[in-house]
């Protein structure tokens, strides 16, 4: 969870893997559906393992991200995220 402060004109959420995963995040609770017609606000499932979501003019408050490996099966990947507040 990221908590977005007032006032905040851009949030980047920013994902590197060594793996192809997907990033979903939703503003004010967890995401239950990460399909096409899901829950998600924003996602990236590019076939790539770096993920930006871009969300201009966010709602101040909680934004819940998600880390996906659909295609991982018992596979690990590692990652890392960072929130980019503008």
Do not use: C, H
């Amino acid at each position: 969870m990221v908590e977005i402060p007032p006032g905040t004109a851009q949030v980047r959420f920013v994902m590197q893997a060594d793996a192809d995963l997907d990033l979903f995040a939703k503003f004010g609770s967890d995401i239950v559906e990460w399909d096409a017609d899901g829950d998600w606000d924003v996602r990236d499932i590019d076939a790539s393992p770096i993920a930006t979501l871009t969300v201009d003019a966010p709602t101040a408050g909680a934004w819940y991200v998600e880390v996906v490996f659909a295609n991982g099966g018992d596979a690990v990947a590692s990652n890392t995220f960072e929130a980019q507040v503008r």
